[in-house]
């Protein structure tokens, strides 16, 4: 299984794009040439130099120093986001799943009213009341997506529930604890994969988005999208300051989207020998 | 000889999908008042066209439905009464399941010695004992004809017959009396229905096991039953206590059937006779 996804070049590309960023983020502080608070007053929109790889913004802090330091809430506040929706959507599907019922009912019923909300709006609405903060839009991420992997994940769960081997499973007695992490997890993490790889690239669109939109990380913390926000001030006179944080996002948001098709694929036993 | 399994008066409904009015709680019968009995190391055929309900019957039998009336003995206990943990466990281990689909009945991320080892799993949690699970793997393996190298193969990497035959030995690890077959060989080509069927009367003589075969294929049921039960409708239509005195069945369903199997013997050139003594005689 995972030597199907090693020997795939794409899986190994976005891996390894997704992978050393993370790396990047975590050693920033010994990475990065310069401080990015710094500023450079005289130095601002410089040119690519020694001293500044990537040049430098309207306060001239070091854009490259910025990048680094930017990894950390845009990737990793997307990958807490995505693994809080994850449990909870698995836990609440598989519940609803397997047991059918008076549970399942409730479950649904709740998700239908969570989903019937346009996301966008509800996060900006729980921002609204609870302040602008980043653990806001953490958490109102979290709070409008759980009902969609939910349903996906109680659709998949139901789908192998009336499976032969869940039946035999059920028949000899095998607690529904075993039957529910060794059959029904293994089963459903196909789509888990497919789906969570899918959703980081949606949270770190999310995080960027609204920390562009002033409402996220705030300044002068380093941030994808809240540097592409400083950068849209001077669009017109100094456009190759956008490209940068834009060009990072595309592709982290690209090599986790690419990533969970390899996963798909790679995790599909069928599809190995064809 | 003891009565190992007795069905009284089971009855079972679904409610319906296609409902005429919104809200409504119609629900269509699927078994209409079942009663049945298995004696110990019997072979009892279950037969019916399909949509009669055989699988619904099957899956009340193995615990895995409980009905809305009647009521279930097996060992001459109740098996959806109350019970406490441990004689839960035990009577789960009287009765074992062969499917009909065994691409379906196999978790395709399994290796063959993981899907035999749940079984085992289960059964030492209900018996309390340690089980070498690698050599008893082995010996199942053996004993429904293959080879102990089949044990890291996964489910897709075998043939049909195979892979029913791993399901067999899957169903035999928690040792069970009693194995239902539930349309087990239908799904198999002739020559290898033979071979399965062979097998398991092999079994049969050497574990003192019972069955209860379903089928909806007359032939394989004169080939290994005893006793044979028509089906029609979620009811038992005609019971025949004698398989060798098969055709002097009387409902007129039962004789359809008999009837349907015979006129494909004639169509393949064989004289009525001789087809019918193929099959019933075997
Ligand atoms: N879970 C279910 N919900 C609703 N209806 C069901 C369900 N399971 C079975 N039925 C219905 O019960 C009837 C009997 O089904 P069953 O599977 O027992 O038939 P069968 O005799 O095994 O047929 P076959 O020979 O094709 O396997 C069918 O009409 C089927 O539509
Ligand atoms: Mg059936």
Redesign the pocket.
Known sequence: MLQQLFRSPMALLCMGIIFITALLGIFAPWVAPNDPYANDILNKFAGPSWQYPLGTDQLGRCVFSRMLFGIRPTLFLSLLTMLGTIGIGVVMGITAGYFRGTVDEIIMRVVDVMLSFPSQIIILAVVALLGVDIRNVVLASIFIKWAWYARMIRTATIKYTSMNFVLFSRSIGSGNFFILTRHMLPCIAAELAVLASLDTGWAILNISTLSFLGLGVQAPTPEWGAMLNEAKNVMVSNPEQMIVPGLAVVVLVGACNMLGDCLRDALDPKAVRQ | MSTLLEAHNIRVS?KKENQTRLFGKER?Q?LRGISLHLEEGECLGII?E???????LGRVLSGLLRPEEGTITLDGQDLYGHHTRAEARALRHMLSVVFQDYTSSTNPRFRVSSIIGESLRALEHATGERIDRKRRVAELLEQVGLPESFAIRYPHELSGGQLQRVCIARALAIRPRIILLD?AISSLDASTQVQVMDLLAALRRELSLSYLFIT?DLTSITYLCDRVVFMNQGEIVEQVDDITKIASITSPYARQLLEAVMGIGCEHGSGQEQASDEAWVA
């Not at chain 2, 399909?50 to 619904?56: F, L, N, P, V, Y």
């Open positions: 679904f269509q699927v019916g399909s949509g009669s309900g055989k699988s619904t349309e909806h």
